[in-house]
């Protein structure tokens, strides 16, 4: 069973920054696509970035791009979302998410349980 589980979110100001890191149980994390989803109140969940198993390729919502950071550690199996400039639009629950082919497919099977990130104006 692949278990995902989310650090490193809080309480910042706007303009400041935040490291979110997920890191994932088991053997195949470098199998994996990986990603971030958001969901903000009242909101549906919302893509954020994802990352191929290499880590050669990333994506981001318009929103977050220039402004975000994806990243991942095959050797710690952890992935790594760096945001910067956050503005009160950010405030959401993050979802670290992964899956095989998850990219090409459009669907992550494994879900983190979330973590509060909230941006004060």
């Known amino acids: 069973q692949v278990q995902l589980v989310e650090s490193g979110g809080g309480l910042v100001q706007a303009g400041g920054s935040l490291r979110l890191s997920c890191l994932t149980s088991g053997r195949t994390f470098s199998t994996y696509d990986m990603g971030w989803f958001r969901q903000a109140p009242g909101k549906g969940r919302e893509f954020v970035s994802s990352?191929?198993?290499?880590?050669?390729?990333?994506h981001y919502a318009d929103s977050v791009k220039g402004r975000f950071t994806i990243s991942r550690d095959n050797a710690k199996n952890t992935m790594y979302l760096q945001m910067n400039s956050l503005k009160p639009e950010d405030t959401a629950v993050y979802y670290c998410?992964?899956?095989?082919?998850?990219?090409?497919?459009?669907?992550?099977?494994?879900w983190g349980q979330g973590i509060q990130v909230t941006v004060s104006s």
């Open positions: 998410v992964g899956g095989l082919d998850a990219i090409q497919q459009g669907h992550y099977y494994y």
């Open positions: 990352i191929s198993r290499s880590g050669g390729s990333t």
